[in-house]
């Protein structure tokens, strides 16, 4: 078939300039499609939520590098792999991702960026020819970065991967890992390649650096921290630790015949203030060391779930209902709307009624417990929880451990459960 339009000709050029333009105009949205049909599609990376924002941050780069070449008609030879995109491989590297899966990702943005392109060019062009040949020119492009990118994603995915398992650790981790995956493993043999007593109590962490520099460095901050814990907690012996990758760690505490774990050493340990911890409960035996760890993971979740800065310290036993509603963020949202009506508007006035409401069910009911903890006069309690009734549209005894637990989740996960102050943000709005 023969085309009369020049597919690289200057008009063809305009117009996939023109079409990368409206498309960056709406770039955001295209990052969020793009990123949701990966996690969509490709379950290993919706599983590791610690690299969630990284993975946003790379395809929200790689979106916005395609354009620009468009836009600007730039020669790929000249482009640069975003260093967001090849930390993300590197991260999948070390945590044993399989490279298949990154690949794929690159395939699934690809095919939904190009349905954003040719969307916008169907708006744009009516003639046929035209419309031909600027498809063919953008799919050139598009098809072309997306192979000179993948290609280096493969380099440092198997740079990453060579260097980590060259790591002095590979065979303890290797260890646990078959531990976790419950493979059949003789109990004696793990013990001594770990340096480890499975057959006793340990408490599961998580140790991750909110403001990581992705040093060598990183690593030997977040073991010191953990040792750090482990001794102000009193522990029988060393802990066995994991690096996760560069800026998070597992590890778990041996407790001995100690049954119980108090988080609370954690804060008071002499650790970085950016550093921060997730616990399991206390569990016993090598089925208790796979158990911890999974409530260590899952309490970890819930910090990172939260809209604002994560707490420095949280324990599964404090956040088990939450982490296991997170299945679904958007149902979880509607049922705590739901549940606390107008209890549930993201200001300053409500937030004090739902700190006060949920100290006050967790005491019981108390006015007089309720003051004591939150250092107020009872007057002031009985106020809130009045004003809180009201905002819930019915008294608090009813549907009350629905209620506490909506506003756990509240008190945990912040604005993102929430609903906007309408009003404020009208009244800004007005002021501008």
Not at 96 to 103: E, I, K, Y
Not at 290 to 302: F, K, P
Request: hydrophobic share 45%; glycine share 6%; proline share 3%.
């Amino acid at each position: 078939m023969t085309f009369t339009v020049d597919m690289d000709g200057l008009s063809v050029a305009e117009l996939v300039a023109d079409v990368a333009t409206a498309v960056g105009r709406q770039a955001a949205a295209v990052s969020e499609d793009v990123y949701k049909e990966i996690l969509r599609e490709i379950q290993p990376l919706n599983d590791d939520k610690p690299l969630l924002a990284l993975l946003a941050a790379s395809v929200d780069s790689n979106v916005n590098t395609c354009l620009q070449i468009m836009q600007h008609r730039i020669d790929l030879a000249a482009v640069q792999t975003p260093t967001v995109a090849v930390e993300y491989a590197r991260r999948l590297a070390q945590r044993g991702t399989p490279l298949t899966a990154l690949l794929r990702a690159y395939r699934l943005g690809h095919t939904c960026f190009s349905d954003w392109l040719v969307t916008e060019l169907a708006r744009q062009a009516g003639d046929a020819e035209m419309i031909t040949a600027t498809t063919l020119s953008m799919s050139k492009i598009v098809a072309g970065y997306v192979d000179q990118t993948s290609e280096e994603m493969v380099a440092a995915y198997t740079q990453a991967r060579e260097n980590w398992l060259r790591n002095g650790s590979a065979a303890r981790a290797a260890r646990i890992r078959g531990l976790l995956s419950d493979e059949r493993i003789d109990v004696s043999t793990a013990e001594a390649t770990l340096g480890y007593r499975l057959r006793q109590y340990h408490v599961g962490l998580v140790c991750w650096a909110g403001d990581a520099t992705g040093t060598a460095d990183e690593i030997a901050r977040l073991e010191r921290a953990i040792g750090q814990v482990a001794a102000q907690a009193a522990c029988s012996g060393d802990p066995v630790f994991l690096p996760r990758d560069e800026s998070s760690a597992w590890a778990w505490l041996p407790l001995g015949i100690r049954d119980t774990f108090d988080a609370a050493p954690a804060s008071a340990a002499d650790a970085d203030a950016d550093i921060h911890f997730a616990f399991g409960d206390a569990a016993r035996g090598p089925a208790g060391f796979c158990l911890t760890h999974r409530q260590a993971i899952a309490a970890q979740a819930v910090a990172l779930a939260a809209a604002s800065a994560p707490p420095r310290v949280v324990t599964f036993n404090e956040v088990a209902p939450i982490a296991m509603m997170l299945g679904s963020a958007s149902l979880l949202r509607a049922w705590v709307l739901g549940t606390l009506a107008g209890l549930a508007t993201d200001d300053e006035h409500h937030a004090r009624l739902r700190d006060t409401l949920l100290v006050f069910l967790q005491s019981g009911g108390s006015f007089k417990a309720t003051a004591e903890r939150l250092v107020l006069h009872k007057n002031t309690v009985q106020y809130r929880i009045r004003k809180a009734e009201e905002s819930l549209g019915r008294p608090v005894g009813e549907n009350r451990h629905d209620v506490e637990l909506a506003l756990q989740a509240s008190h945990w996960l912040g604005s993102s459960v929430l609903q906007p102050d309408v009003a404020s943000a009208a009244s800004a709005e007005a002021k501008r």
